[in-house]
């Protein structure tokens, strides 16, 4: 439920994956459309954390690249951080 809340609600994006999403051409609403319980990973999940604020989703994006990236959720608002994505050749750092 919360994920599919968080489709709607304000989203920072912290500036390395910025600068991958124009790098790559991937558009927050991209993103945004892999955040379903079907896409976390939790195995992957910070300790402690994975059922109460930060999810790690993987999934592939319309064009078949596949991409993996944190979504926390929490008090001080929502983070979408350390993307990674197949296939890109970015120079972002």
Known sequence: MLL???????ITIDEHTQCLMECASIKETELRALFDIDNVNYSKCDAGNCHLTSYTIEGKLDNGKAVSFKLDSGEEGNQLRALNITEADCNCS
């Open 4 to 10: 599919s809340d968080l489709k709607q609600q304000e």
